[in-house]
T-cell receptor, first 111, second 115 residues
Framework: SQQGEEDPQALSIQEGENATMNCSYKTSINNLQWYRQNSGRGLVHLILIRSNEREKHSGRLRVTLDTSKKSSSLLITASRAADTASYFCATDTGGGNKLTFGTGTQLKVEL | DTAVSQTPKYLVTQMGNDKSIKCEQNLGHDTMYWYKQDSKKFLKIMFSYNNKELIINETVPNRFSPKSPDKAHLNLHINSLELGDSAVYFC??????????????FGPGTRLLVL
């Protein structure tokens, strides 16, 4: 069964605004990762946060993890048109390097 | 240089045919994967190999058979293709299989359409 569910399913914002995507999962995890997928392309790793971490930053990206609520959020600050893509969370629940992907959020950043 | 490459990029075929998709990684990684992404963009793992050995085999019809001739290659052969096999198939690789899941590097995908 699906581990991660993301909301919103779709998000449309203006360039320069911040975008926040949320991921909820069901079972305990070792780590949680966020990936981006541009239309017609493969997934690209953005950031990994371990179960004992609460927040992580990478450039304009900020990821938080709340293991008590089994949820994570991805914040993209000062969005750009090039950020238009689908964003997926993926959880590692242990057992052979297996990632279980969420349903994805489609982000559209308009000029 | 492409880190994870797949061929072909597009594959259109008739129901009942047998086809193969090839994947190669030049990252020196030990672990490779096959994922299926359906029309709703849901991405599900199918297989994982570590140093040519199968370590993850999800509930996939036995018409799908992965083959890893060496740790840099993981091919996917599909027998008796069905309409429901139409999807995008992604190959991925990562450093190793110990200590939890690590960053995975994805190929560009193979778009399979079964008519």
């Amino acid at each position: 069964s699906q581990q991660g569910e993301e909301d919103p399913q779709a998000l449309s914002i203006q360039e320069g605004e911040n975008a926040t995507m949320n991921c909820s999962y069901k079972t305990s995890i070792n780590n949680l990762q966020w990936y981006r997928q541009n239309s017609g392309r493969g997934l690209v790793h953005l950031i990994l946060i371990r179960s004992n971490e609460r927040e992580k930053h990478s450039g304009r990206l900020r990821v938080t993890l709340d293991t008590s609520k089994k949820s994570s959020s991805l914040l993209i600050t000062a969005s750009r048109a090039a950020d238009t893509a689908s964003y997926f969370c993926a959880t590692d629940t242990g057992g052979g390097n297996k990632l279980t992907f969420g349903t994805g959020t489609q982000l559209k950043v308009e000029l | 240089d492409t880190a994870v490459s797949q061929t072909p990029k597009y594959l259109v075929t008739q129901m009942g045919n047998d086809k193969s998709i090839k994947c190669e990684q030049n990252l020196g990684h030990d672990t490779m994967y096959w994922y299926k992404q359906d029309s709703k963009k849901f991405l599900k793992i199918m297989f994982s190999y570590n140093n040519k050995e199968l370590i993850i085999n999800e509930t996939v019809p036995n018409r799908f058979s992965p083959k890893s001739p060496d740790k840099a290659h993981l091919n996917l052969h599909i027998n008796s293709l069905e309409l429901g096999d139409s999807a995008v198939y992604f190959c991925a690789s990562s450093q190793g299989a110990s200590g939890g899941a690590e960053t995975q590097y994805f190929g560009p995908g193979t778009r399979l359409l079964v008519l």
